[in-house]
């Protein structure tokens, strides 16, 4: 098939599973376009079936606020029509399935009458948080309704979009995945560890892009309380508008030099393959890709039971849930496990066993095929 593929091309969760489907699906043989303004981080720009096609947006004065939805329609259907795709697969409802709205109509009422189905997959904040604003609701109802197929990445986030939005389109469930080939444990990890912990300090890490609803004040909290009992380090891996509170918080608490600030990562799999627990206490996930990827690489997610998050951890047995903002018992169960090797490994173990029987890519990406060939079907 020849997909174009649209996402938010910076560090965010939706556009790294968008950029890893198109991967995935350029090794299985199809020929995969992404349209953005900027090149998805986790792309190297050599990768075979891959293209990418940027959106330019016109800065003309009158434009206070320039039209990129307008700008990316365009560029979607150009491309649809040279590259002759057979759909176009949009991550995140906002403004991305409404341009696609828009291409699939130019295109339907152009000179050859051609047919361009889009598939919307929902990530989370484009229904739980942006959605929900008044002023985007309306449009963003309109445009899954309107859309060829729609996936959601949790069951929490089809139930919920189903029930806030009253959308009468059918949402289908498809996880999001992790390369286990890629995402795994470093074999000899003492080397690389003692870049970060020279003295054997256990390592902690939280992944994300630092916005509030990740609550990354609360991961310096049970860092701090977890450091008092064992020699530990912490890596925060990303960057964004909470960044500087938790620097300050790590300097008011005086554990500033255990707290690794190390910016926005390309690879963390290498961080992850040789750490020990991941931290993910979040207002709300609707899935929580950085738990997924750190399980696959045997670490240990401690989160919080929120959103899809228990359909990706399972309490105890792949990891730890607790309840938002229950520092406390967040930090008890680190605890626990990091003075137990034999019981934090056995547990890492477990979660790359969840990751790779229910989450491996190589079972996930057949689904979305399937579903685009329903799609495909169904619109011809
Ligand atoms: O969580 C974010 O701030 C980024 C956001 C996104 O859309 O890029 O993440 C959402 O999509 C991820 C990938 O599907 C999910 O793993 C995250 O749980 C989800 N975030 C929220 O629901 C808050």
Same mark, same amino acid.
């Given at each position: 098939m020849r997909i174009g593929i649209t996402c938010y091309p910076t560090y965010g969760g939706s556009g790294v599973v968008a950029t890893e489907l198109g991967l995935e699906l350029a090794q299985r043989g199809h020929e995969i376009h992404f349209i953005s303004y900027a090149q998805p981080i986790r792309l190297r720009g050599? +990768?075979?079936?891959?293209?990418?096609? +940027?959106? +330019?947006?016109?800065?003309?004065? !009158?434009? %206070?606020?320039?039209?990129?939805? !307008?700008?990316?329609?365009? =560029?979607? &259907?150009?491309? &649809?029509? @040279?590259?002759?795709?057979? #759909? #176009?697969?949009?991550?995140?409802?906002?403004?991305?399935?409404?341009? &696609?709205?828009?291409?699939r109509q130019m295109l339907a009422d152009g000179p050859r009458g051609r047919r361009l189905p889009f598939?919307?997959? !929902?990530?989370?904040?484009?229904?739980?948080?942006?959605? @929900? *604003?008044?002023?985007?609701?309306?449009?963003?109802?309109?445009?899954?309704?309107?859309?060829?197929?729609?996936?959601?990445?949790?069951?929490? #986030?089809?139930?919920?979009?189903? =029930?806030?939005?009253?959308? /009468?389109?059918?949402?289908?469930?498809?996880?999001?995945?992790?390369?286990? *080939?890629?995402?795994?444990?470093?074999?000899?990890?003492?080397?690389? =560890?003692? +870049?970060?912990?020279?003295?054997? $300090? /256990?390592?902690?890490?939280h992944l994300s892009n630092f916005r509030p609803v990740k609550r990354l004040s609360d991961v310096i909290e049970i860092f701090d309380r977890v450091r008092k009992e064992i020699p530990s380090k912490l890596l925060l891996i990303g960057d964004g508008p909470d960044r500087s509170v938790a620097e300050w918080m790590a300097v008011q608490k005086g554990i500033h030099e255990d707290v690794l600030f190390l910016g926005k990562q390309d690879q963390v799999q290498e961080k992850l393959g040789i750490s020990d627990i991941l931290l993910m206490p979040s207002e709300l996930e609707s899935f929580g890709l950085a738990a997924l990827e750190a399980m696959a690489c045997e670490m240990v997610p401690i989160a919080t039971r929120t959103g899809g998050?228990? $359909?990706?951890? $399972?309490?105890?047995?792949?990891?730890? #849930?607790? %309840?938002?903002g229950d520092v406390d018992t967040m930090a008890r169960h680190a605890i626990t496990l990091l003075t137990d090797e034999s019981r934090l490994r056995a547990m890492g173990k477990a979660a790359r066993e969840m990751a790779r029987s229910r989450f491996c890519a190589s079972k996930i990406v057949p689904q979305y095929e399937d579903f685009y060939r329903r799609v495909l079907e169904r619109s011809s």
């Open positions: 050599q +990768e075979p079936n891959i293209h990418y096609h +940027e959106v +330019e947006v016109s800065r003309y004065p !009158l434009f %206070d606020y320039p039209p990129y939805d !307008l700008a990316l329609a365009t =560029r979607m &259907a150009e491309v &649809a029509q @040279l590259y002759d795709l057979d #759909l #176009l697969h949009v991550h995140y409802a906002i403004p991305h399935s409404v341009s &696609a709205l828009l291409a598939v919307t997959t !929902l990530h989370g904040t484009d229904i739980t948080l942006v959605g @929900l *604003d008044r002023s985007y609701l309306p449009i963003t109802r309109y445009s899954i309704d309107q859309s060829d197929g729609v996936t959601a990445i949790s069951n929490y #986030l089809r139930d919920r979009t189903m =029930r806030v939005f009253d959308v /009468k389109k059918e949402i289908e469930v498809i996880y999001n995945s992790v390369n286990c *080939d890629v995402y795994t444990r470093i074999k000899h990890p003492e080397k690389l =560890r003692a +870049e970060y912990a020279p003295n054997g $300090e /256990k390592l902690l890490v998050v228990p $359909e990706v951890i $399972e309490d105890g047995v792949s990891g730890y #849930l607790a %309840d938002v």
